[in-house]
């Protein structure tokens, strides 16, 4: 039997890449090879995103973009996953007639069996399964982000029922794994050459909600800063609310646990807030930055934001801009809100026209960039522990890597100017110059005598 070339595209979040990464750790060696040419693969995977519109949109046109293939390349069975099918199957089996097979969020660990269940059937096939599936620590994974770093997906699914958002019909409810498949997890990534691991999950400050007991966020960190040889631990997507004493203390005291948070707040008006179904207010969620500002040494604080919710006013949104502009934030991403049927937020009156949207969201962002380069100013003549990632692309004179202040991604780069070191080291970097997002420096003593 010969072997199928299989390229996998995976858009949207690192909790898609992991779903990406098991996919193609269960295609067996001896019948599937990986490739990145998607003009030379027999099979094409594109893993969706349908968080919000904008994610939609750029599934769709990946999926036509490579659809092209089956005319000009290799490619035999074209395969759209994830997201985008779990919640729209029958509109994409209609309107993607291209497509062979359609796949839900749950069945990441049946694509062997389904492609080769497809193979040479003209008929189009749609497998939408429960969204129930959680990997663990026995499950086949082939890790397609750089060797030093990786994601650990400790949780899927979600509980909070926020008003604007689908993920609980994508994701289904929350599931956690045991902290030991997520330590077993560790250690190997770590035994492979893994330095950093992100944590992820919907929400990782609900991680065991589900299981009940001593299952939780802050007694699985004290096991994993144990892993001999794990220099960085990441904490990412916490909610506000869910945010301890005690993980505030770990954050603190333990070296390995990164002084970096990333906090989706949405808002900070109370009756957007309110609205949105988030339990924190503006009163708490400034008592919260303030307590993590207190006391957590040197915290490189994110947060996100939505922009033209649903009766937002002007004021409202200034309100918003002011909370912005006050520099409680290293990181923010600002999104425009995303009407998603189904949802409460939906059927709200007073919907804010995309134009207003749009134009919230540049200035929410304007201001931001200007916190940001203050931020990283002050930075300049400090000492920062810098994770090597190779040589950058403007030139190969330059190495470029992140400090312990920027999740892969998702914030900004440093640049190397003095000093060599191999990818995936841990260097100290003087900080001589900044940018907006980008930080420059040399490796320290590089340029003593």
């Not at 312990?404 to 900080?431: E, F, H, S």
Request: aromatic share 6%.
């Amino acid at each position: 039997m010969s072997t199928l070339a299989v390229s996998l595209i995976s858009l949207g979040c690192p909790k898609n890449l992991v779903d990406a990464e098991i996919m193609l750790g269960h295609l067996p060696p001896e019948r599937y090879t990986i490739t990145t040419d998607e003009a030379a693969a027999d099979i094409i995977v594109v893993n969706t995103c349908a968080f919000i519109e904008d994610a939609r949109e750029e599934s769709v046109d990946t999926i036509l973009e490579v659809a092209d293939y089956k005319k000009t390349g290799n490619c035999k069975m074209l395969i759209v996953c994830g997201c985008m099918p779990q919640r729209y199957q029958e509109e994409l089996s209609k309107e993607l007639p291209e497509v062979d097979l359609l796949m839900g969020t749950g069945d990441a660990p049946r694509l062997v069996e389904l492609i080769e269940e497809q193979l040479g059937r003209p008929e189009q096939r749609t497998e939408i399964g429960t969204p129930d599936y959680l990997y663990d620590h026995n499950t086949p994974r082939a890790l397609a982000s750089p060797f030093y770093t990786s994601y650990i997906k400790i949780a899927d699914g979600c509980d909070n029922n926020c008003s604007y958002c689908v993920i609980p019909s994508l994701r289904g409810t929350l599931r956690s794994r045991t902290m030991q498949s997520v330590v077993a997890e560790a250690q190997s990534l770590v035994e492979k050459g893994v330095k950093e691991i992100n944590l992820i999950a919907q929400d990782i400050t609900a991680y065991g909600a589900d299981l009940g007991g001593a299952t939780n966020i802050e007694a699985l960190l004290p096991q994993l800063v144990k892993i001999e040889g794990l220099e960085w631990i990441r904490l990412l997507y916490a909610y506000p609310e869910g945010i301890s004493d005690r993980l505030i203390e770990l954050i603190a005291t333990e070296e390995k646990i990164c002084n970096y948070l990333d906090v989706p707040l949405q808002h900070i008006d109370n009756d957007i807030l309110q609205q949105m179904n988030r339990r924190l207010d503006e009163k708490g969620t400034r008592a919260l930055v303030k307590k993590l500002r207190e006391r957590i040494p040197d915290l490189t604080l994110r947060t996100s934001f939505i922009v033209g919710f649903p009766g937002e006013s002007a004021a409202q949104f200034e309100k918003l801009l002011k909370f912005v502009s006050e520099g409680h934030f290293e990181r923010v991403g600002a999104f425009r809100y995303s009407r998603e049927e189904g949802t409460p937020a939906a059927t709200m009156k007073r919907q804010v026209p995309d134009r207003s949207k749009n134009a919230r969201q540049r200035r929410l962002m304007k201001a931001q960039a200007r916190v940001s380069f203050r931020k990283n100013r002050g930075l300049v003549g400090q000492v920062e522990s810098v994770l090597v990632e190779g040589y950058s692309e403007e030139t190969e004179l330059l190495l470029k890597g992140r400090s312990v202040r920027q999740a892969p991604d998702v914030d900004g780069q440093v640049y190397i100017t003095a000093g060599q070191a191999d990818v995936g080291d841990i260097v100290p970097l003087v900080i001589t110059d900044s940018s907006e997002y980008d930080l420059i420096g040399e490796i320290q003593g590089a340029l003593d005598d």
